[in-house]
């Protein structure tokens, strides 16, 4: 997976990092690399992107 952190964090320490692949989102602490990270189907993270940014 190629994970991007957003453009907004900037140099604060409190990120996250998301991935996208063509069937899966995964999402994981930007601190903790190696640690573990949360997959949803895209379907999943679209619905969680969609309320969101209401």
């Known amino acids: 997976m190629n994970w991007r952190k957003s453009s ?3 140099t604060e320490a409190n990120c996250v990092e998301v991935a996208l692949t063509t069937s899966a989102a995964g999402v994981r602490d930007s601190k903790h690399t190696a640690g573990p990270a949360l997959i949803f ?6 619905a ?7």
Request: overall charge positive; proline content about 0%; aromatic content about 18%.
């Open 48 to 54: 969680f992107l969609t309320r969101a940014t209401s």
């Open 8 to 10: 907004y964090s900037g």
């Open 41 to 46: 189907s895209l379907s999943a993270f679209r």
